[in-house]
């Protein structure tokens, strides 16, 4: 959806003539550490059941320890992982100011001009809230801005500042990604279907689905990454 936006604009109260300095919501670090967590232990949980009906009971043991020690490295990984974003995500700042916006994450910095903006689109919640937002100057690289303290006065704030030119668009999640109920209830249908796949197939379509799995994540991995 376009927003259609008037030649004259209302004087924000958030707008002056020194720099305003945004982060990331300590909230939505909160939310992404709690849905890559549930991840990580629905994962294995799927797995043992996908495979639980070739699995005799005598096994249960070894294949019990057998996960113990691939799981133990594998979350020590994890927790590393996870201490590494949260530390990249509370180095970003973003520095709004009368000129133009700059974003620093450590060393590096990305700036632009008010006046160079020609579009922004910004991805709001089912409930309206706005979650990100995605600045494209015409040139240079865009700006993927995740959720900030004070979001919504931050897309206020550049909506007034960029040229009344600028195409301004709003597109709202039909669901809410951030809730890991519903990541849960969708990696379980997964599994439900690749059981009926599998069962419809039989033991070679395992290898053909696996295969295309795999790559279908890694581009999504590649394109989106986990934030």
């Avoid at 936006?5 to 909160?30: C, G, H, L, P, V």
Wanted: hydrophobic fraction near 45%; glycine fraction near 6%.
């Amino acid at each position: 959806m376009t927003r259609k936006r008037q030649a004259s604009r209302r004087t924000s109260k958030t707008m002056s003539d020194q720099t305003q300095t945004y982060t990331i919501s300590e909230r939505f670090i909160a939310s992404r550490v709690r849905l890559l967590c549930v991840v990580c232990l629905a994962m294995p949980l799927m797995a043992l059941f996908v495979n639980f009906w070739n699995i005799g009971f005598e096994q249960l043991g070894s294949i019990s320890l057998k996960g113990v020690l691939i799981f133990v490295p594998i979350a020590l990984i994890f927790f590393l992982m996870v201490r590494h974003i949260i530390r990249n995500l509370r180095r970003i700042k973003l520095h709004v100011g009368p000129d133009g916006l700059v974003m620093e994450a450590g060393a590096r910095q990305q700036e632009a001009r008010w006046d160079s903006i020609k579009k922004v689109v910004v991805c709001s919640l089912p409930s309206s809230a706005p979650r990100y937002v995605h600045i494209f100057p015409a040139s240079g690289r865009p700006f993927s801005i995740l959720p900030l303290e004070q979001m919504a006065g931050f897309v206020e704030q550049v909506e007034e500042s960029v040229p009344t030119s600028t195409q301004f668009v709003v597109k709202r999640q039909k669901l809410d990604w951030d809730n890991p109920l519903l990541v849960v209830g969708l990696m379980s249908l997964a599994v439900l279907v690749w059981l009926a796949y599998r069962s419809l197939g039989g033991p070679g379509i395992h290898q053909n689905i696996s295969q295309i799995y795999m790559c279908a994540f890694g581009i999504w991995f590649i394109a989106y990454g986990p934030f």
